[in-house]
């Protein structure tokens, strides 16, 4: 960079003036923070163009590691942020006017044109940031109410079998492994995968994609493909195919694979999620556990303390000058005695209680643990990166 740094200025001159012109310490240092300050404005305009060059050829998700900030506030934003507002961009159409910062909202769509008009009710119209950069502006974020009604929009809405053409060079981020994909074609697919367990449910997106040549796209390439900008084409096999049915010939071949991707995915996710109640199994029974040990610890260091006080009754009851003090502490070591039956008793059946509990957190737990899994396929579409 700093060979490039002086076209201005002969840099290698003014490096060689300062050796041979400059001799205390102090005189050097002046001497190249002065040169420093000369070339200031060339050294800030190479790295601009070296950031610039940087964010162009990083692929994204080195940018996201490395939390780049570039001057695009698109760029700024997290993944998810990013989804937001272009499921918005798309739902919203000429409703809104986008820019770099947000956008503004003119009115709604007929669906939900009673909703918000005239800036009243749950949707106001007027001007969203994310993050929110004006006083004046909404902060738009997932659970705003015009953000959920977004988001209903879109799952509600029924699709036909189209052809999705993927723009890599419209994203304006590299994506490395997505550039083997370029001129290729083939079939990807949504599911909805809804698992119910330990009395919650939770819901996750799987997605999956093939190549006309047979090869499966691995890991999140899917997912990436599907946040490219994308031209809709119908589909040369028709609604009834792009909904999930095979295609005929080759194309019923490439159907099977895509297919047993997904369950594999699918595979993955559940013991993923069977796991972490696994661990949850675990920490439940942990508790329970800790809470006998305590129990009966605290039993036992009561019995061991009436013992010693027995044994220190017994010596004194033997040492008594007169029988009516023996006869007394005779009395008293009696009574120990039986509050230390009472606490053993009481130590075994705490013992069986917290069996019981035992059993009936595993009886319990075991219930919740079968996982009642639903799988809705939300489309199927073909695909052509280009």
């Known amino acids: 960079m700093l060979g490039a740094i002086g076209s201005g200025v002969d840099f290698e001159r003014r490096i060689a003036e300062i050796y041979q012109n400059c001799r205390e310490p102090e005189e050097i240092k002046s001497s190249f923070e002065q040169l420093q300050l000369d070339l200031s404005g060339e050294i800030n305009e190479a790295m601009v163009k070296t950031r610039q060059v940087l964010l162009e050829h990083f692929d994204e998700e080195v940018q996201d590691k490395l939390r780049m900030r570039a001057e695009d506030s698109q760029r700024m934003r ?146 990436k493909l599907l946040r490219l900008p994308a031209l809709f084409l119908p589909s040369p096999f028709g609604e009834s195919e792009a909904r999930g049915a095979k295609p005929a010939g080759s194309e019923g071949d490439l159907c099977t694979g895509l297919i047993a991707d997904v369950e594999a995915r699918k595979n993955v996710l559940l013991r993923e999620i069977d796991q972490r109640n696994l661990g949850y199994f675990e920490q439940e029974v942990q508790k329970l556990d800790a809470w006998a040990d305590d129990l009966k610890l605290g039993l036992e260091q009561e019995i061991k303390e009436i013992d010693r006080e027995i044994k220190e009754v017994r010596r004194t009851a033997a040492t008594s000058p007169t029988l009516e003090e023996k006869l007394s502490w005779q009395k008293k070591q009696r009574e120990l005695e039986g509050k230390r039956s009472k606490l053993r008793r009481e130590l075994f059946a705490r013992q069986d209680e917290v069996e019981a509990q035992r059993n009936d957190l595993i009886s319990q737990l075991e219930v919740q643990l079968q996982q009642q899994v639903e799988e809705r396929t939300l489309f199927t579409v073909e695909w052509e990166l280009k």
């Open 78 to 223: 997290s993944r998810f942020e990013r989804m937001l507002m272009d499921l918005t961009r798309a739902e919203l159409g000429d409703c809104a006017t986008f820019d770099d910062y947000g956008f503004t909202l003119h009115h709604l769509p007929p669906p939900a044109s009673g909703r918000g008009a005239g800036g009243e009710g749950d949707i106001p119209l007027g001007r969203y940031e994310l993050p929110r950069r004006s006083g004046d502006a909404h902060l738009y974020r997932v659970n705003h109410p015009l953000a959920l009604w977004v988001t209903q929009q879109a799952k509600s809405r029924a699709l036909d079998g189209v052809k999705l053409v993927f723009d890599y060079d419209a994203y304006g981020t590299k994506i490395s492994t997505l550039e083997p994909y370029r001129g290729k074609a083939g079939w990807l697919t949504l599911k909805l995968i809804s698992v119910e367990a330990l009395g919650n449910q939770e819901q996750h997106l799987l997605v999956a994609a093939s190549t006309t040549d047979g090869l499966l796209l691995p890991e999140d390439d899917p997912e």
